[in-house]
């Protein structure tokens, strides 16, 4: 559905951010991309969606194909057209706008009765956010914004989403309810999802494919189930120790030298 | 790279030209005039037709020969009505010799007093700046050379008292006036007439920039309805003022503005000469094109093959401008005279101007008399009226109670 | 200030934290020195001398505002109007108790930054454009105080003469004197400035711009700082202001009204907000640019245009490119003369290796 | 008695259609600010160049609404022009960059727009008549009655535009946040650039309403001024606090000179809107009208 | 473990550092905090964990000061301090930091520490302006002061960096430091990792643990991780809905059925679908 070969990614014409990243995403199907911070998981999805032009950075090589077209170099209003929105991290609503204002902003490529349908759906799988839908939108809970920034994204009527870190600060119940229904959407709404998170444990949990990333490059790729098992992503993203269970923070020995894949 | 290169080269040309500049002043025998303008302030609408009546006049004498023999270079700075500028404008002249400058602008004028005295070189401001700088004695090197707002006021109440039929005893007389120092100038002397004349005066003040003054005229003329109204104001205030006189209907014929609420480009802003019949203006030079020294610089246009430039259109403050250079030229021609055809140094300049008399420029200046006492030259005034679509004098040059004025210089001069 | 070095080491956490902390900075400072003091004064015309003058003084004020706005991100537009605060109380001192600058002067800055704490009140509550707006409303008020109180203003005029300042009967009454007496407010200005960023409350300074909830609750009391910034600020602009009247010799209200306060604000977003050097080459930029310009035009001009439309054209011209130019660096350069200062030096540093 | 409550009456009505005057030309702010932030301090400069591209048409003795259309048409163009060439690189820049860089607009303006459209003041005549409209013991000068109603159509259209309208709730959300609303396939720039339009739109009607009242010249440019505390007091992002504190702002003004004045001997319209804008703000920090930031720790 | 169980004894004996009692706080019509209490002991972990919306941030916030409770008061070590001003706060010792990491952009490691130290030094603005002398003496004892943390968080090489710059695990680190150099006696901490890998989040644990044991800090951590959580605290207070649901040692909290029905949910995150 979406492929991203070998691209690399300038900020400022001089920062080299991605070093050559290449990433399938399947149809019907949730990819993660799993690492630290910094490693440029968010840039890859910003290039992805083309909003990184807003932000001085722009795709200095490589392609990225949503079905059969390219879209690399793309304005993000004209890609969001072709089917492919992003969700940001920190669930990034209008925070001025009315909830279902900002599900007619999200609707915005499409027309009006379309619009009207999309709102239907939206609240279908987030009834909460029927219940608040006059109420301004920054007013809302973490865990309302991040539903209303998912389904402000599926208002475009997508076919690939870009969710990034949905995870983030919120609450572990939440963090259920919300994958949860991210799965649903997969395969109802026949969604692909590229999905960028630090819980790597959820992660790994719902995807189906994973990607792991440092330093702007893809070190360690493959089926979820592969990666779950694998020894490096079990030490230093999920937190086990060898025997498979969890270590103690308490035990962390004085702030070690992390592993490169690489070096 | 480049773009520091650049930046070099721009450098480069700037000295050049700096030091080209330099040079050019010993580049002929000539006598250097500093003028100083707005043309782009909050009085660019003066600015933008005084200077070049005053440019005119200048390049008139040239085209003659100059004055007795000397050319006159004429160094103009626009100042935007800022007073550093001005300041700079000022040691830039001295620096070039000027033997005189025109000023422009009340806290300029403030400014540079000190210096012209320091520096020796007189600066002129008609119809602006203090009122006090009358005083040839204490101020030795301001030159008003027109009627200051004090002769101003007590030539606008003179002028009531005439039209509300020669007595003033119980009749109300509204001022309004620009909140600034200059338009609270003349109210020491209004306020003395008041008493002496016996008439009830009401202020009403108007804030920059005065856009707007709906509520002080309902106030006058709801309120207070006087029989007549002396308005002061600058910029596009009086033009506003005129409109909602009219729009309430208070006849203009009993409205006279002073000397910078009262020209052409203020009544066409108005809404045209229609809307402004009536109104009566107070002008320290003379107004319209009927003067040979008018019809002289437009031949001087036709000579060149040009058309004489609109700004001669706008007469009031065109012909002021002729006015400021004519009077400087005079200056200058007494003081090569008494030199016996030598190149004057300002001082000599200065004495120059303090023996103008009797230069009345086919009616365009008044028949003042500028003395080392007096400054200001008498405080003469004419009053023109508008009157079917143009200007027209309704009363000759005059002075209004000249010993008011007289008494409150003498008051001034013992302060200090 | 001028030099930063790396391959360079110190070896005590003073030398770190020095002002100068090369050698060849050192001597930079010396060199200006000798210019500044020893040969300028004594061989440059008299014009030019004024021109710088007008720079020490609008480089005093300039400092002052880029404390609040570049240091401190507060904004005024209320400038000028602390100016004449500063200036009017000098003249009254100066005129009514006769007393000399050196207690004027002071005194001058004191009243301005407690008229400029008052104004600044509102910046407790609000920030950006309110704040802006209501700086400019202190103005507004302030001019109408000034002229509306006579006991301020002095009378009608609303100007008050004040002598040239002197000192144990010496006069500073020519342009080549005053030259000394700006240049040294003008150094003390600077040198103060430069202490005052790098300390703690300069360091505070810069944390209530950057983040002012954490900085509240790392300890600093932002109201404080807010108006303290304030304070100095105006206290800047006052003396700033009674340099000015012992200039002109003058106090008049309206030498310092909002287009003032514009073209110091011009000043410090040309030169670089936050950065002492920024305030200085703003300062020399703003007050010279119209100069070069008419020079310019007096010369190249008269090729293209009649003498009558030339001097429509040299105003029109002039303030085209000044706001061009402030649009100019707003976009290409936005941290300002400073920066453009630092690239042509560090071409320089690496020449001829450079690329 | 009577002849005081008719006074007070005549200063509230004169107050209030100066102040819809006001309204008139802070709503091109408003529209620019709720779209896209931007702090436009070369208002008045819009409106003069407005008035002075109007007088020129008018000059080549084309029919006024010939003139108005042109007016519009360039001032459309102007607008988009600016936000691509000045606005957009500052994007995301401290507040006092932006309120520079439109002082730079305005200086330019000033200094361009005379010797290139003209330098001497120029009549607008409007079709309207001189003849003042009575309303009981008031009267209303024509231009000013002109200026209230077409201050209000703008208030009704924009209104509806931003609440109702699809593209004006894509414009809020530019507004809210450019880069989450491009990802929701919102041209942003389209958006700003027709923000600016609009503000071109409705400075191209203020400079004809204007610049018929005052007369155009360099001048004109002086009435940006009264932006300020009129969108301060209404809000910045609010379409109707524009209106509600022109009203306040023009109300205000003229009772201060009807009231005041007498007692102070000066002119205290000038700065009373601002005292009671301070007031104001020290209550509402975000204006009447105006949407409290929503700020969290 | 030996450290764990003294501090256990000392909360048992009562001596709390710093006392929350019964605090509310609403905003408009909406009920943020509504009477919680909490006991701090001295030289405590004590962590705060609760949904999304709970309070948590509410609660710290008016422990710094930051918001004025509607009702109840806060206690440090004897003081109210329900009334006082951040900046006062702080100065008694309270030192935080932020979900969203505040630091100084344009201010380079070094003065963000020393901006730390901001209510450890006294020079006015004469001293500063003058400089040479006081001020100077100032700087230079407290520069030390901030080079020991440097030093302690590993932060060498980036003394003379601009904060804007670094990564966001090292900008939460200098966030820490700079919470360390007021000298605090209790530090708030909030979410401190939020957003980390496995590793970034390790080394914040030792941190933790170090500032906690070392230097006998107190602490108070809101964070969502439940691994450190339950590793690390002394105690746990569960916040649901603005109010507090459950408290106790982190075995007793994870067992609590309430807490698992409103915030823990099953304990197997993401294994559905």
């Given at each position: 559905m ?8 300038v ?19 949730i990819?993660?991309?799993l ?7 968010t840039t890859?999805?910003?290039?992805i ?10 795709v200095t090589?490589?392609?990225v ?13 004209d890609v ?18 009315t ?6 902003a ?12 999309g ?14 839908r ?63 998170e ?19 490059r893809?070190v ?18 999920l ?10 923070y ?6 070690k030298?992390?592993k490169?894949?690489?070096? | ?10 450098v ?94 009340t806290p ?20 602006f700046?203090?009122?006090a ?24 109440v003179?002028f ?8 003033l ?13 200059a ?59 005129i ?5 309430k209907?208070?006849?203009?014929s ?7 609420a ?52 706008s ?18 021609r ?51 009226t ?9 009363k ?19 302060k200090s | ?23 060849i ?34 480089i005093?004020?300039?400092?002052g ?6 240091y ?9 109007a602390?100016m ?10 100066a ?7 050196w ?12 008229i ?28 109408w105080?000034i002229?509306?109180?006579p ?22 009454d ?10 040294f407010?003008?150094?003390?200005a ?5 202490n005052?960023?790098r ?27 807010k ?14 202001g ?20 514009i ?9 670089g907000?936050?950065?002492?050097l ?34 429509n ?5 002039r303030l ?19 920066r ?16 | 008695m ?7 009456f ?8 100066i ?12 529209l ?30 084309s ?9 519009v ?13 000045v ?12 309120i520079?860089a439109?002082i ?13 459209l ?12 001189d ?13 000013q ?28 959300a ?9 990802a ?27 610049g ?12 940006g ?18 209106l ?10 003229s ?26 703000l020290?209550i ?8 409290r930031?929503?700020e969290r720790? | ?14 001596d ?20 919680v ?21 509410s ?5 710094s ?5 509607d ?5 440090l ?6 009334q006082?001003?951040?900046s ?11 979900q969203?990491?505040?630091?100084f952009?344009?201010?380079t490691?070094?003065?963000n520490?020393m ?6 030094m006294?020079?006015?603005v004469?001293?500063s302006?003058?400089y ?23 932060l ?20 820490l430091?700079?919470a360390?150099?007021?000298e ?32 006998g ?5 809101i ?17 649901d809905r603005?109010?507090?649901?459950s ?19 099953t304990?197997?995150?993401g294994?559905?679908?």
């Amino acid at each position: 559905m979406l492929a991203i070969n070998n691209i690399e990614v300038v900020y400022d014409r001089v920062i080299l951010v991605l070093k050559g990243v290449s990433i399938d995403v399947g149809d019907g199907a949730i990819t993660t991309l799993l690492g630290a911070n910094g490693a440029g998981k968010t840039t890859t999805l910003k290039a992805i969606s083309g909003v990184l032009r807003s932000e001085r950075g722009e795709v200095t090589k490589g392609t990225v194909q949503l079905a059969d077209r390219r879209i690399d170099g793309m304005r993000a209003h004209d890609v969001t057209r072709l089917g492919l929105v992003q969700v940001f991290e920190g669930r990034r609503v209008f925070e001025n706008l009315t909830t279902e204002e900002n599900l007619v902003a999200g609707g915005h490529v499409q027309t009006t009765p379309t619009v009207k349908q999309g709102i239907d759906l939206v609240y279908s799988y987030f009834p909460r956010l029927k219940e608040r839908r006059n109420q301004v939108s920054g007013y809302l809970s973490g865990g309302e914004q991040q539903m209303l920034a998912i389904g402000r994204a599926l208002m475009s009527q997508p076919k690939v989403v870009l969710l990034d870190e949905p995870s983030l600060g919120l609450a572990p119940m939440l963090v259920e309810e919300i994958f949860g229904i991210v799965g649903r959407l997969v395969k109802q709404e026949k969604l692909s999802v590229l999905l960028v998170e630090q819980n790597a444990t959820m992660a790994l949990a719902v995807a189906d494919h994973g990607y792991v990333m440092e330093n702007g490059r893809i070190v360690l790729e493959g089926p979820a189930e592969k990666l779950r098992t694998n020894s490096d992503i079990k030490e230093f993203y999920l937190g086990l120790n060898d025997g498979g269970a969890r270590k103690s923070y308490r035990d962390t020995k004085h702030y070690k030298r992390r592993k490169r894949w690489l070096s | 790279m480049t773009r520091f290169v650049r930046s070099w080269l721009g450098v480069a040309a700037t000295t050049a030209t700096l030091a080209l500049g330099a040079g050019q002043a010993f580049a002929q025998k000539e006598v250097v005039f500093g003028l100083q303008c707005d043309r782009t302030g909050p009085t660019a609408n003066v600015g933008t037709v005084l200077c070049p009546g005053y440019q005119d006049y200048i390049a008139l004498v040239n085209s003659k020969g100059g004055v007795e023999g000397h050319k006159i270079k004429v160094l103009e700075i626009d100042h935007e009505y800022k007073v550093p500028p001005a300041i700079e404008a000022h040691e830039r002249f001295k620096k070039e010799g000027a033997v005189l400058e025109g000023v422009y602008g009340t806290p300029q004028m403030a400014a540079l007093n000190k210096k012209l005295e320091e520096d020796k070189i007189l600066g002129t401001s008609p119809g602006f700046g203090t009122a006090a700088a009358a005083d040839g004695k204490r101020y030795p090197y301001a030159f008003p050379i027109a009627a200051s707002y004090w002769s101003q006021g007590g030539a606008a109440v003179a002028f009531a008292k005439e039209r509300l039929g020669g007595n003033l005893k119980g009749k109300k007389i509204a001022y309004i006036f620009y909140d600034n120092p200059a338009g609270k100038e003349p109210l020491a002397i209004l306020e003395d007439l008041a008493k002496s004349e016996g008439f009830e005066m009401r202020t009403f003040a108007v804030p920059a920039p005065g856009l707007e003054m709906g509520a002080q005229i309902l106030d006058i003329t709801g309120r207070f309805k006087p029989d007549f109204i002396i308005s002061h104001l600058f910029g596009r205030s009086p033009s506003v003022s005129i409109k909602e006189l009219k729009g309430k209907g208070f006849p203009l014929s009993k409205v006279v503005g002073l000397v910078w609420a009262s020209a052409e480009s203020d009544i066409i802003a108005a809404g045209g000469w229609g809307v402004a019949e009536g109104y009566n203006t107070i002008q320290f030079a003379g107004v319209g094109k009927d003067f040979q020294v008018i019809k002289d610089i437009e031949a001087m246009y036709k000579a060149q093959g040009k058309n004489p430039p609109k700004e001669m259109d706008s007469t009031v403050y065109y012909n002021r401008g002729v006015f400021i250079a004519a009077l400087h030229v005079e200056a200058l021609r007494n003081a090569i005279k008494a030199k016996g055809g030598g190149t004057p140094n300002s001082e000599e300049v200065k004495r120059g101007m303090e023996s103008i008399k009797g230069f009345t420029l086919g009616g365009l200046v008044p028949p003042m008399e500028i003395t080392p006492a007096d400054h200001e030259g008498g405080g003469w005034v004419q009053i023109w009226t508008v009157q079917g679509g143009k200007l027209v004098k309704v009363k000759d040059w005059f002075q209004g109670y000249r010993d008011v004025i007289q008494k409150h210089l003498a008051a001034e001069a013992s302060k200090s | 200030m001028f030099h930063r070095e790396s391959g360079v080491f110190k070896t005590t956490y003073g030398a770190d934290m020095a002002l100068y902390p090369l050698p060849i900075a050192k001597w930079t400072i010396i060199a200006l020195g000798v210019i500044f003091v020893g040969i300028v004064p004594f061989t440059v015309h008299e014009y030019y001398l004024s021109i710088l003058n007008l720079i020490f003084i609008a480089i005093v004020g300039a400092l002052g505002l880029n404390i609040l706005v570049g240091y401190t991100g507060q904004i005024s537009i209320g400038h000028g109007a602390f100016m004449s605060v500063g200036a009017y109380t000098a003249a009254n001192l100066a005129v009514k108790l006769d007393l000399p600058f050196w207690l004027t002067l002071p005194a001058g800055g004191l009243m301005a930054a407690l008229i400029g704490v008052v104004v600044g009140m509102p910046s407790l509550r609000i920030k950006g454009l309110y704040l802006a707006i209501a700086t400019l409303a202190g103005q507004l008020i302030i001019e109408w105080t000034i002229n509306r109180v006579p006991a301020i203003s002095g009378g009608a005029q609303a100007s008050i003469e004040v002598g040239r300042p002197s000192l144990l009967g010496f006069s500073f009454d020519t342009q080549g004197r005053l030259y000394f007496f700006l240049l040294f407010f003008a150094v003390l200005a600077i040198v103060a400035t430069l202490n005052l960023v790098r300390s703690r409350i300069g360091r505070a300074f810069v944390a209530v711009r950057d983040q002012d909830i954490a900085a509240e609750i790392i300890g600093i009391n932002i109201y404080r700082y807010k108006l303290l910034a304030f304070a100095i600020s105006s206290f800047y602009a006052g003396v700033c202001g009674v340099l000015y009247t012992y200039y002109f010799g003058i106090a008049n209200y309206e030498q310092f009204q909002l287009i003032v306060s514009i073209d110091y604000l011009a000043m410090i977003i040309i030169g670089g907000l936050g950065s002492v050097l920024g305030s200085i080459l703003g300062a020399v930029f703003v007050t010279l640019l119209p100069i070069v310009i008419r020079i310019l035009m007096e010369n190249v001009g008269s090729l293209f245009f009649t003498a009558a439309e030339m001097a429509n054209v040299i105003s029109g011209l002039r303030l085209g490119v000044f706001g061009g130019l402030i649009i100019f660096f707003l976009i290409v350069e936005p941290e300002g003369l400073n920066r453009l200062w630092r690239n042509i030096r560090s071409y320089f540093r690496v020449w001829p290796f450079s690329y | 008695m009577r002849e005081d409550l008719e006074f007070a009456f005549a200063l509230l009505m004169s107050g209030a259609s100066i102040g819809l005057m006001y309204s008139l030309i802070a709503l091109g702010f408003v529209l620019v600010y709720k779209a896209t932030d931007a702090i436009n301090f070369a208002q008045g400069e819009f409106v003069m160049l407005a008035g002075m591209i109007v007088v020129t048409v008018l000059g080549f003795q084309s029919p006024l609404i010939a003139a108005i259309a042109v007016v519009v048409m360039v001032m459309i163009g102007f607008g988009f022009g600016l936000e691509k060439v000045v606005l957009r690189p500052l994007l995301g820049r401290p507040v006092v960059a932006v309120i520079m860089a439109t002082i730079g607009v305005a200086a330019v303006l000033r200094g361009w727009g005379p010797l290139v459209l003209g330098i001497e003041t120029r009549a607008l005549p409007l079709p309207i008549g001189d003849e003042p409209i009575h309303l009981g013991p008031a009267t209303l000068p024509p231009i000013q009655a002109l200026g209230a109603v077409v201050a209000v159509l703008f208030f009704v259209v924009f209104s509806w535009f931003f609440k109702k309208s699809r593209m004006g709730v894509a414009m809020r959300a530019v507004a809210d946040n450019q880069q989450v609303a491009q990802a929701m396939g919102i041209n942003v720039e389209r958006y700003f650039a027709l923000a600016w339009a609009m503000a071109g739109i409705v400075s191209a009607l203020g400079g004809v309403i204007w610049g018929s009242m005052l007369g155009v010249d360099v001048q004109l440019a002086l009435v940006g001024l009264k932006v300020f505390p009129v969108v301060i007091l209404g809000g910045l992002d609010s379409i109707g606090g524009a209106l509600i504190g022109g009203l306040i702002i023009g109300i205000v003004e003229s009772l201060a000179a009807g009231y005041l004045d007498p007692y102070v001997g000066g002119g205290t319209k000038d700065f009373a809107p601002y005292v009671l804008m301070i007031l104001v703000l020290m209550i509402r920090p975000y204006g009447i009208f105006g949407r409290r930031q929503i700020e969290r720790v | 473990m030996a450290a764990t169980s003294a501090r256990r004894i000392a909360a048992q004996q009562g001596d709390s550092q710093l006392v929350v009692e019964g605090v509310s706080k609403r905003f408009g019509g909406v009920v943020a905090v509504q009477d919680v209490s909490l006991e701090v002991p001295r030289g405590a972990i004590v962590s705060i964990i609760g949904p999304n919306g709970a309070g948590k941030t509410s609660l710290l916030n008016m422990i710094s000061g930051f918001y004025k409770p509607d009702n109840g008061r806060v206690v440090l070590e004897g003081t109210d301090i329900t009334q006082k001003k951040p900046s006062d706060i702080a100065a008694l010792g309270i030192a935080r930091t932020f979900q969203n990491i505040a630091l100084f952009s344009g201010l380079t490691v070094l003065d963000n520490l020393m901006l730390g130290r901001h209510v450890r030094m006294k020079s006015g603005v004469i001293g500063s302006v003058i400089y040479w002398g006081m001020a100077q003496k100032e700087d230079i004892a407290h520069r030390e002061a901030c080079e020991e943390i440097i030093e302690f968080l590993k932060l060498q090489d980036l003394r003379k960096q601009p904060t804007a710059a670094l990564a966001y695990g090292l900008r939460k680190r200098v966030e820490l430091g700079r919470a360390l150099a007021l000298e605090p006696r209790v530090l708030l901490l909030d979410e401190p990792m939020g957003g980390m890998n496995q590793d970034e989040k390790e080394d914040m644990a030792r941190y933790i643990l170090d500032v906690n044991q070392e230097r006998g800090v107190t602490v108070v951590l809101i964070e969502h991780d439940m691994g450190v959580v339950m590793d690390i605290s002394d105690r746990v207070v569960v916040l649901d809905r603005g109010r507090r649901i459950s408290a106790g040692t982190p075995d007793e909290v994870q067992r609590d059925p309430v807490v698992i029905q409103a915030y823990l949910g099953t304990g197997k995150g993401g294994e559905r679908t």
